[in-house]
């Protein structure tokens, strides 16, 4: 019997009689495809023995695999051969052909199937040995779905690989990152289709495993594999490339959001593993990851002063969002960092802190950042001129109780987040030098505009904090004098009652008063507000509402202990005091309630304890709950002898 015969045999195919006449060659390769697809055209194809020998073949693996890559024909392949090298640099970019994830074809179908033979949940031994031993043949012939001229689906080819990575990640490893060029093809694939999920979560995986306890022991790489690899990612600065599907506009807006959710994630992940220095290192001294992120996110939509009220493009949020993550995450001494013990419980889970990789280029980046500084301060005067000379209502937007002209959007949000960050850096230097009354001016106008904003009350606040600690003139000046500060807070706060930023200006207010009274007479915050009429009538209301707010239940009278309901025997006739009179300075019907409640309690319990181990137990109807203690007693140490002689019987 021909090899063809033998591996239909083994796979449990349909044998035509024609076949079985042919001579002792080896197959071809339109005859190997056609055994697979016998295979896989069965509703249920299972594994068997002589299948797993039949695949153990590098070339019939290849074939078996390409039923999941589904690559269009093209003058680069081999005629002879199905096994790949890997993704093909002349296919990483150019036009997509359409993918088999949406109609239900005959090809998705043999798709599916060897995507379950393959990393199903059922797999045997057998098939763990096949794995074990195809892995670095399996990574390479895989790869090609993120090929352009790829129809097949990429769930199903992540799936796969993530079956390889969860188990044999040092083959996956030895493979992609061999060296650079090898790793760019790799990862640029990736990259292509960062958009779906389930590509992002394979590169970030492939990269860093998530810090999952329940992932302790799978995603494990020897330390001198993982730091060849990381090598190779660092020649082909990784981070900077996701970066570039951010900024670069040929990719869609989901595309670079979705970029962007990885970059974030790959920085954090990084900077709590032991090795991720080697990755991030280029953060330190390469000025085009920051650069190309300022100029994405400050590069209005149009030229016209309009574009400055339309909210800005996703792609312009997701540079401004990754600017501002960078900056808190180098800013950090260190971070969460993976489990230690793969079972804690939630009463001894211990937080994990390890040193932070990024905070070597900390002082590097809040550098090149902070040269934009009067750019990020000019976008928003321009921002706020074109608001304020805008008449149109086009970009209104209505909530459930009020309306909002002009949304306050995400984008403003992290600008502002961004200017809080730079600033917690060198409070004294950036506040006197950038901060000038009309910038004051502007916050102020937003904390009145968007009284239901609380992030950015919160923002707000975080700098009126740090330009009061500085305690320079020249910073509170244009805040307290000319941006007149206190008294806009007051009058709000006198205003509306119901102001939903009463809060932000109470811990405003505190902060000013507390900070005045560490200081000498002759200090500059002392002085003004010795000489602010408006400040000396709220300071008394401001400390009676600060007061009432830091007693225990609001100045609410709240029962502390549970008493009895029931008062003890009247002495000497003297009446007992009515049940009203056991209030603690609560409700006096919650007292009695409860008491009610404890009362019945007891008397259930001491029913079910006597009818239980009582009269039961020893046939004695005499015995009850008042008995002595010596009886009680007694009863027990029978009751232990009896015990120990049954034992020893």
Known sequence: ????????????????????????????????????????????????????????????????????????????????????????????????????????????????????????????????????????????????????????????????????????????????GVNGRTCGRYMQCLLEHIEHPHVSELFLTMICKPHNA????????????????????????????????????????????????????????????????????????????????????????????????????????????????????AAQDQVVGPPTSPYQSFGSTVVNMVPNQLHVAKAFVFDRVQAHLPEILTYLQKQFAAQHASTASDH????TAYTVAHPFTEFRMHLVQLLVALVEQAPRTHLATFFTTDVWRILIAWFVQYPHNNLYHHAFYRLVFLALRTDDAAVLKPLLQHAKLVTTLIDIYRKDPTASSRGYILQACNAIRLQAATLPPDAFLRSFLQSHATWRSFDAELCDTTQASVVKGLGIPVPTNMMRMMPPPAVDGAAAPPAAMVSDGGSVFFVVESNLFIDFFFATAQVAITSSS????????????????????????????????????
């Open 1 to 176: 019997m021909s090899h063809l015969t033998e591996a239909l045999a083994g796979m449990e195919a349909p044998i035509e009689p024609d076949e079985m006449e042919n001579g002792p060659h080896k197959p071809t390769k339109e005859a190997v495809l056609e055994m697979v697809m016998r295979r896989l055209c069965l509703e249920t194809p299972g594994w068997t023995a002589p299948m797993v020998q039949f695949l153990n073949d590098d070339e019939h693996c290849a074939a078996f695999l390409s039923f999941i890559t589904l690559l269009e024909p093209s003058l680069n392949d081999d005629a002879e051969s199905f096994l790949h090298d890997g993704p093909s640099h002349s296919h990483i970019k150019g036009p997509k052909v359409p993918r088999e994830d949406t109609d239900v074809s005959e090809d998705l179908k043999r798709s599916y199937r060897a995507t379950m033979l393959v990393a199903g949940d059922d797999t045997s031994d057998q098939v763990l040995l096949l794995l074990s031993s195809k892995a670095r043949v399996m990574t390479k012939c895989l790869f090609p779905i993120f090929q352009s001229n790829s129809r097949g689906n990429l769930r199903h080819g992540c799936k796969i690989l993530d079956k390889l990575l969860r188990l044999h990640l040092n083959d996956v490893h030895n493979v992609v």
């Open 214 to 329: 329940a992932l302790l022991r799978v995603y494990i790489s020897p330390p001198a594999t993982k730091i060849m690899f990381y090598k190779a990612l660092a020649d082909i600065k990784i981070v900077l490339l996701v970066a570039q599907h951010i900024c670069d506009t040929q990719y869609d807006e989901v595309h670079a959001i979705a970029a962007a959710d990885v970059l974030l994630e790959l920085l954090d992940r990084l900077a709590a593993d032991d090795y991720g220095g080697i990755v991030l290192e280029p953060l330190a001294h390469s000025t085009q990851l920051l650069e190309s992120l300022v100029t994405t996110a400050l590069t209005p939509d149009g030229k016209s002063a309009q574009s400055f009220l339309a909210p800005p493009c996703g792609r312009r949020t997701a540079a401004i969002r990754c600017l501002l993550g960078l900056l808190e995450k």
């Open 396 to 399: 209104g937007v209505k909530h």
């Open 614 to 649: 009582g009269p039961s137990l020893r046939g004695n109807s005499g015995l009850s709950t008042t008995k002595s203690t010596s009886q009680r007693k007694a009863w027990t140490r029978r009751r232990k002898r009896r015990t120990r002689a049954r034992r020893r019987a």
